[in-house]
């Protein structure tokens, strides 16, 4: 951290910052320019917001050298962090999130019925991909909408993975259904409205499950990745952060598409990023695009809603792929993979 005091601050303004210095636990160290002096802070210090020594009489600005986040950060972890899911046998090899291969996440929004979800599994596994999405909880703007099937969609989920040999990836949306949750599904996925629930993301950090964290549609990078951090301090490392649109004044599409949180979040973090092209675009039409970019940016995976019949799908029917279109996505970006050095 280092402090620029003022033009013309007086030494009883220095010596009240570096007191406030080394009551915080840093050591002050100084440099005297000719017009200004510069105090760097030095050390972890204790966990108090140094960012309150910008109000101390004399303080001109003062800037952080290390980023907030700390166990997210590449300080902690310079290498690329991977999160492995085991495979099913005879079905699915073992998954890791991360690593050279994309790892494509398909399904519908969420669970309706027993014989929507039989069909779009059916679609997801012929595409060769390994994990299912399917929301039970549904974290919905409106409380008239539909909010999902709750515990009995998470036990289709549990019997379809069975049947066809998937992983799943599901959304919880509240502490106490965190167990339940993971009894049926591989990765728990924290939603977009609930990236700054503490209280969940603390609870995600007890789970024994990998953690998918979609990025809030208000929320900076940095945000994103101190969310990350919520979880990895409680002790959960399998972390998968998802970027899934920013609400921008745009209105063409639901969400503006962040290609750039793909390569910052892979400069400041060792967390895998996957992307989330369909809530983002909101309209199939523009699904595979933002797909394609993605994966050309350096996204480790994708995310994506896909229905066997999108005009019946009781949420998110307009941004769904039909099972046609998603088959030729995947065609479309095993190219792409494979221009960027990877596989699919
Ligand atoms: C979802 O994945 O179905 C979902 C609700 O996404 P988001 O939290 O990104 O809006
Ligand atoms: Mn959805």
Redesign the pocket.
């Known amino acids: 951290m280092i402090v620029v005091m003022k033009r013309g601050a007086t030494p009883e303004e220095i010596d009240r910052v570096v007191a406030e210095i080394s009551r915080l636990g840093f050591t002050a160290q100084f440099l005297k320019g000719e017009e200004r002096t510069v105090i760097s802070a030095i050390g972890t210090g204790i966990a108090a917001d140094p960012q309150r020594l910008e109000i101390l009489p004399g303080v001109d600005s003062l800037t952080r050298v290390l980023k907030p986040f700390k166990l997210a950060g590449r300080d902690h972890h310079p290498g690329d962090s991977t999160v492995s899911l085991d495979g099913v046998e005879g079905c699915v090899e073992r998954v890791e999130i991360g690593a050279n291969r994309v790892v494509i996440m398909a399904g519908p929004?969420?669970v309706e019925s027993e014989e929507q979800l039989y069909e779009a599994a059916a679609v997801v596994k012929e595409a060769g991909v390994a994990v299912m999405?399917a929301?039970a909880f549904?974290?919905?703007t409106s409380p008239y909408s539909f909010q999902g099937l709750g515990e009995e969609g998470l036990k289709l989920i549990g019997r379809v993975k069975k049947e066809f040999g998937l992983l799943s990836v599901t959304?919880a949306v509240s502490p106490d259904h965190f167990d339940l949750v993971a009894e049926y599904s591989d990765i728990i996925?924290?939603?977009?409205?609930?990236?700054q629930n503490f209280a969940l993301l603390r609870a995600a950090g007890r789970i024994g499950k990998p953690v998918l964290l979609?990025?809030g549609?208000m929320n900076t990078v940095e945000e994103l990745l101190l969310s990350a951090e919520y979880i990895l301090a409680e002790g959960n490392s399998r972390v998968i952060l998802?970027e899934?649109?920013i609400r921008t004044f745009e209105s063409s599409t639901r969400?503006t598409f962040d290609v750039s949180c793909i390569p910052v979040c892979k400069h400041y973090s060792h967390l895998p990023i996957i992307a989330?092209p369909?809530?983002a675009a909101g309209r199939w039409h523009y699904v595979s695009a933002i797909s394609r970019a993605a994966i050309a940016a350096g996204a480790d995976g994708l995310?994506i809603?896909i229905h066997p019949y999108p005009e019946r799908a009781l949420?998110?029917g307009k941004q769904a792929l039909r099972p046609e279109k998603f088959q030729e996505l995947m065609g479309e970006l095993r190219g792409i993979a494979s221009a960027v050095g990877r596989t699919l």
């Open positions: 929004c969420a999405r929301g549904k974290p919905r959304e996925q924290i939603g977009a409205r609930n990236m979609k990025r549609m998802c899934r649109g969400s989330d369909s809530h995310l809603e949420s998110d």
